[in-house]
């Protein structure tokens, strides 16, 4: 019978498999997505997803312009608050945040 320990050991092993397998999956399935995209003519606006705020009040100060912006997507950023996962992972794969200015 395996200790306590072990069986921890283990559990953190799956996960560290598990979060690999994950992200290859995200990264097939993301992929997939686009190629349809292309295929069928269909944007993000028509996604409901392209950076639209829908049912949410704007803030009454004036918002700050987009400086950096994913190719892939579209999204974009003004590079004030919390980083969005876009960025973070390019990072981890070598890029910068430079990478993604919009000229």
Known sequence: MSSYKE????????????EKV??????NV???LKAKMVEFGI?????GCGGKTRGRRKSSASA?????RN????????GKGRRPKWIVD???HGKNAKDFLIS
């Open 64 to 68: 700050s312009p987009a400086k950096y």
């Open 43 to 47: 944007s993000c606006e028509d996604l």
């Open 7 to 18: 069986l921890q050991e283990k559990i953190a092993q799956l996960q560290v498999e598990a």
């Open 71 to 78: 190719p892939a997507t579209g999204e974009t950023w003004t």
């Open 30 to 32: 993301i992929t997939d």
């Open 90 to 92: 390019a990072e981890q």
């Open 22 to 27: 994950r992200k290859q999956e995200i990264a």
